[in-house]
């Protein structure tokens, strides 16, 4: 039997069924325009609650500007229920994109102030109010959510103290990663070593943000002093061919966000994302939507951006939602489930339509 060729709307459809793995997805940054305009009413200020000013305020000048935006919806989140609200109706969103498994990159020194001063949400009620709706959120929607401890790179060593004292302390159950997010420009990655080191010996996987708008050597400084086991975009790795070599041979994977690049201008268009060099080099990728409703997609989008920029039919979709599979830190129980899933959707949706 033959396979007919793929179109755009029989691709949308298989991957709209597909079940998928999402590694880079920050929490704040998932927060619906709808869930955000919700907010902005409730705690009125800089974040406008008007639908098309609020549109208007996602339009991103550059990477400094999306810092800006992404900070004053950080902003918004000041009682433990914004942060309930937040997490069940992202998980409610990742369940109707078929995402089985997440990783969300959670940031909780922006909405818990240091400990000694005690002037916002004690870690405590940030940790119940996450873990109670990742509970309700399997319950209900049969998404598993795993977290990732992001340290805020613009705001030093004193962020990186409280995180890993949030991440060893006071950990959340599904705690999983320990990660360094922000602007890459002026934030070494050495002053954070010691912070990885303790993070890891306790059992945390390291998986820093790096080379996104920095050069290739961030992700060395990533691999060789934090330990990465992932890197958050690597985008300009494809600059190093000894790096790529690296990458590939070690099986480093990188979370890659196509849409996510060209809307902070790590990219100037997808034309000019490393994807394909990134593949051709037998690098490790997973696809993922990074900040989705700030960049106006989701992983679903970005599948089927990927597919088209590595010219994929539906068994090579298939694959990269394995590679995700694969590269998450699920246990392998939940990744031999998943695997199945994926094989099972694959063969199903092909079987249906062969010729």
Not at 191 to 212: I, K, T
Request: glycine share 6%.
């Amino acid at each position: 039997m033959s396979i007919p060729a793929r179109t755009p709307g029989r691709l949308s459809e298989f991957v709209a069924g597909l079940p998928k793995a999402e590694l880079h997805v920050h929490h704040v940054g998932s927060a619906s325009q709808r869930i955000v305009q919700e907010l902005a009413e409730r705690h009125p200020g800089t974040v406008p609650s008007d639908p098309d000013e609020l549109r208007k305020f996602y339009e991103f000048r550059d990477f400094a500007h999306f810092i800006e935006v992404y900070l004053a919806v950080v902003d918004l989140l000041k009682e433990p229920e914004d942060i309930r609200l937040l997490t069940y109706e992202v998980a409610r969103d990742l369940a109707r994109q078929k995402v089985r498994y997440a990783e969300l990159t959670c940031t909780p020194y922006t909405s818990v102030l240091p400990h000694e001063a005690r002037r916002g949400m004690p870690i405590e009620a940030y940790t119940d109010a996450i873990e109670e709706a990742r509970v309700a959120a399997e319950r209900d929607f049969g998404v598993v959510l795993r977290w990732i401890y992001d340290i805020p790179g613009e705001s030093g060593v004193p962020a990186a103290d409280e995180t890993l004292l949030f991440a060893l302390e006071y950990p959340p159950s599904a705690l999983v990663g320990f990660g360094l997010g922000g602007p890459e420009i002026g934030v070494p990655r050495p002053q954070f070593q010691r912070h990885f080191d303790a993070a890891r010996a306790a059992g945390l996987r390291s998986v820093p943000h790096a080379g996104e708008t920095t050069g290739p050597e961030t992700v060395w400084d990533a691999i060789r002093l934090l330990g990465a086991e992932r890197i958050g975009h690597g985008t300009t790795a494809a600059q190093d061919p000894v790096l790529l070599e690296y990458l590939a041979e070690h099986r480093i994977p990188l979370e890659v966000c196509p849409t996510s690049n060209v809307a902070t201008r790590a990219v100037d268009s997808l034309d000019a994302h490393p994807l394909r060099t990134f593949r051709d080099a037998g690098v490790v990728v997973s696809i993922n939507s990074d900040d989705p409703p700030m960049f106006d997609t989701d992983l679903n989008t970005e599948y089927e951006v990927a597919a088209d920029m590595l010219d994929l039919d539906e068994r090579g979709v298939a694959d990269l939602a394995v590679a995700a599979v694969d590269a998450s830190f699920a246990t392998e129980h939940l990744k031999s489930e998943l695997r199945a899933e994926i094989d099972a959707w694959t063969s199903a949706f092909l079987a249906e339509r062969a010729d």
